[in-house]
């Protein structure tokens, strides 16, 4: 393990002072006793995390944090190389152990083995040092009093989520508990448990988490060939375990670390149930070396460019006749043509059951969703399976009010429910029609054999209308044109035109004397005993159309204001095609802030918002404060600390405030008409097309 002092990034920095990066570099350049780096480079330099904290402390930008937040801080922090695994491997031995006081290295690991198998302790135990460092003790000292306050188990999942979380985009996935016990319920139930590639666990916590029939717990079996993701896995099992009353390291846990393509660790295992989410966009994953490997009987050796299926016939090759895999899939492995030949052979043979999309939240770095596949190996001398179901989830009518934990529990439900349905022959009832089908294999065995959800389930959208409905939908439309047409706003001309001589001041200048406040997204710390719940928060494109808000973040420990939209804020996307500067609206008020949108809160008494909110629209404001953004082709980034704003007194503004408001109320109208005229559009094209209605005869 480490033996450097914590340190910390530039970015790290803004995030504990809750400013953006360009203020910690401008503290760098006017601040003479501002720490000097002492790890990184010149491009990307590091700070001792005690010189920052208090040299940020004398200046009063030290933002005060809860425990929780603090230890996340130490482990991202930990080492002059920022090694987070390490760190969350030392507060789970710290857990499991459960020393009364800071244990010495040796004390540590003895402990360990005691409640480890020698296979586990080593992987426990690799890389402990001799002595704690600085950066070690500093976890100790801020882990024990947690440990003795709050759930353990708690404490390491909180951890855990947000370690995933921001390395969603490098193969390591945070997937929503109800998705993890969905791939349960459609793979068991089941004996034995095997993670194909186990990652940090999150897939087999659900077996200890779940009721079962029986009160023997299922076997469970992991492999990775990352020893730290291996290493935090077996912690978050054996804390769990310990904590539902039973042996942490029993003989029915066994993780184990290797590729599980070239290094298989269960060969010769018969399992009950496969889960897993396998890795994705593999370029080297053995494919010259396992050209003749037993386990490709089903279509032959997958293409190199066809990772994913390596891994499925990797998992039917582990499955006993008559269980099921349940895995977490690319949505492009469903239709690439390299895969073609595999996917012809799961379905002629009745192994694939079923395809479930998930909607983009499924997982982090998913951002056009995941496909849940259910295989099934067969029986011997059985008949092959008469078709296979297809379940669009994101055409599924899930409540946006509700949290996003709610919204994926009741997506499980539904779809566990249709699964059933499917396996008994019962078929699929009218009002679950719009969002699953049995296909027959016929209807799949075409010149693509393409198994995305979508192409047998498309979404319903506007074509859901009734008959009665999409009849007067043209007259609710022309009612709406009539209204806007009578609310033009038809300014007059000034009988005094105003100077164009008007001072004006940046966000960032007016921020420092107090005339208005800058707010942005910042995470926070969750539940202890509900690390994934989740509220509504406004993303930028709610802010974008004036709608209520449609995301999620996680539930903060502390209910702050700043983290909520409250009235007369002004809401400013930080990234979007056009600058945009819009006050909240009744809906969006007392939502949470998401990530990319800013918050502009202004002093009443010295700045009208709407006003504001007009005025930071200026084209020149684009010029100066926007940039091209790199993530987002054709997109500016947005920095409303540079935004300006002509400074006017509070009169004047007031004056051209109401008139500011009716051009936005209308602006907004005329947004949502041109949406609803488009919609039906679309509805009419459809409803002509198939004979649902028949030209005017004008």
Not at 501 to 514: E, F, I, K, Q
Not at 533 to 550: C, K, M
């Amino acid at each position: 393990m480490a033996e450097e002092p914590s340190t910390v990034t530039a970015t790290g920095i803004a995030r504990i002072a809750g400013v953006g990066r360009a203020a910690v570099s401008n503290w760098r350049r006017r601040h003479q006793d501002f720490p000097q780096p002492v790890a990184g480079t010149s491009a990307s330099p590091a700070f001792d995390l005690h010189e920052v904290e208090q040299w940020l402390d004398r200046q009063g930008k030290l933002r005060a944090l809860a425990p929780l937040d603090r230890l996340g801080r130490y482990i991202e922090t930990f080492g002059a190389a920022g090694r987070p695994a390490e760190a969350i491997a030392l507060v789970g031995l710290t857990l499991l152990t459960a020393p009364a006081e800071v244990p010495t290295p040796r004390q540590l690991g003895d402990r360990a083995r005691s409640l480890a198998s020698p296979q586990h302790a080593e992987i426990l135990l690799s890389g402990l040092p001799e002595t704690w460092s600085p950066a070690h003790c500093e976890l100790l000292d801020a882990v024990l009093p947690m440990a003795r306050q709050e759930s353990r188990v708690g404490i390491l999942e909180h951890l855990h989520s947000q370690y995933a979380s921001a390395r969603g985009t490098a193969g390591l996935t945070a997937t929503p508990a109800a998705v993890a016990g969905l791939m349960l319920d459609l793979a068991g139930p089941a004996a034995s448990v095997l993670d194909v590639a186990c990652g940090t666990g999150t897939f087999l916590r659900p077996v200890l988490e779940e009721p079962t029939a029986s009160s023997v717990l299922p076997r469970i079996l992991g492999q990775d060939s990352r020893p730290e993701y291996v290493r935090i896995a077996l912690l978050r099992l054996m804390l769990l375990r310990q904590q539902v009353g039973v042996d942490p390291d029993g003989d029915d846990l066994s993780l184990r670390v290797g590729d599980p393509l070239l290094e298989d660790a269960f060969a010769e295992e018969g399992i009950d149930a496969v889960v897993g989410s396998p890795p994705h966009g593999l370029q080297d994953w053995g494919h010259d070396r396992l050209a003749f490997d037993p386990r490709w009987g089903y279509g032959g050796p997958p293409p190199r460019t066809e990772p994913e299926l390596a891994w499925v016939q990797y998992a039917l090759a582990h499955l006993k006749p008559g269980g099921r895999a349940a895995l977490l899939m690319p949505p492009a492995v469903a239709g690439r043509p390299a895969g073609r030949r595999i996917r012809s052979e799961l379905v002629r043979r009745g192994i694939l059951r079923a395809v479930v999309a998930l909607p983009p939240t499924a997982t982090v770095g998913s951002s056009n969703g995941v496909h849940l596949w259910v295989l099934q190996r067969p029986e011997a001398a059985s008949a092959p399976e008469a078709g296979v179901l297809f379940v669009n989830g994101e055409a599924a009518p899930l409540d946006q009010r509700t949290t996003s934990r709610d919204r994926f529990e009741a997506l499980r439900r539904q779809v566990a429910a249709l699964w059933l349905s499917h396996l008994t022959g019962r078929g699929i009832s009218v009002s679950d029609s719009s969002v699953a089908r049995h296909v027959s294999l016929s209807e799949l065995l075409d010149e693509e054999i393409d198994l995305t959800p979508r192409r047998y389930v498309p979404r319903q959208d506007s074509a859901g209308y009734t008959l009665e409905a999409l009849l007067r939908l043209p007259d609710a439309i022309e009612a709406r044109l009539d209204a806007l047409k009578d609310a033009v706003p038809r300014p007059t001309r000034a009988s005094q035109p105003a100077s164009s001589d008007v001072s004006a001041a940046t966000l960032g200048d007016l921020s420092r004397t107090g005339a208005l406040s800058l707010h942005r997204y910042s995470a926070r710390a969750t539940h202890l005993d509900v690390p994934e719940q989740q509220e509504p928060a406004l993303t930028s494109q709610d802010v974008i159309t004036g709608r209520p808000a449609s995301g999620f973040v996680p539930v903060g420990l502390s209910d702050e204001p700043t983290a909520r939209v409250q009235a007369h804020d002004i809401l400013v996307p930080a990234i979007a095609k056009n600058l945009v500067a819009r006050v909240a609206t009744d809906e969006q008020i007392g939502a949470r802030l998401g990530p990319g949108v800013h918050v502009v809160r202004v002093d009443p008494s010295l700045l009208d918002p709407w006003f504001v909110a007009s005025a930071l629209t200026r084209p020149e404001n684009a010029t100066k404060a926007a940039r091209a953004s790199a993530t987002a082709s054709g997109a500016l980034r947005i920095d409303v600390r540079r935004l300006h704003l002509p400074l006017l007194p509070i009169d004047a503004q007031r004056r051209r405030s109401e008139a500011l408001r009716r051009l936005a109320r209308w602006e907004a109208e005329l947004t949502r008409t041109a949406e609803a005229g488009h919609e039906l559009a679309q509805a009419l094209a459809r409803a002509l097309v198939d004979g649902t209605l028949a030209p005017s005869d004008d």
